[in-house]
């Protein structure tokens, strides 16, 4: 698993992005770049493995600052 994991899966896209940090869970410690929703991050991520799985994170906090995100794991998907 590289910390580095590219583009959450349907969050691809030319606007504004954040960086996602996966706090916890399979994915733990990677850092994922995503775009913004209506200028906010948005609440859910589905983010694929390495291994083709996919695990389903939330926004950990609805408040945030800066130019990253925190994210906690909900499930795989």
């Known amino acids: 698993m ?3 994991r590219g583009s ?3 969050q691809e896209g030319s606007g504004p992005t954040i960086t996602a940090v996966l706090r916890d869970g399979p994915l733990k ?3 994922i770049d995503t775009a913004v929703v209506e200028g ?3 609440k ?3 983010v694929p493995a390495d291994d ?3 695990f ?3 926004l950990a906090d609805w408040v ?3 130019r990253s995100a925190t994210y906690t794991f909900l499930y795989a998907i």
């Open 64 to 66: 945030q600052s800066g």
């Open 2 to 4: 590289s910390a580095d």
């Open 29 to 31: 410690g990677a850092r």
């Open 8 to 10: 959450a899966s349907g």
């Open 56 to 58: 389903r994170y939330c």
């Open 44 to 46: 859910t991520l589905d």
């Open 52 to 54: 083709g799985s996919v």
């Open 40 to 42: 906010r991050p948005p």
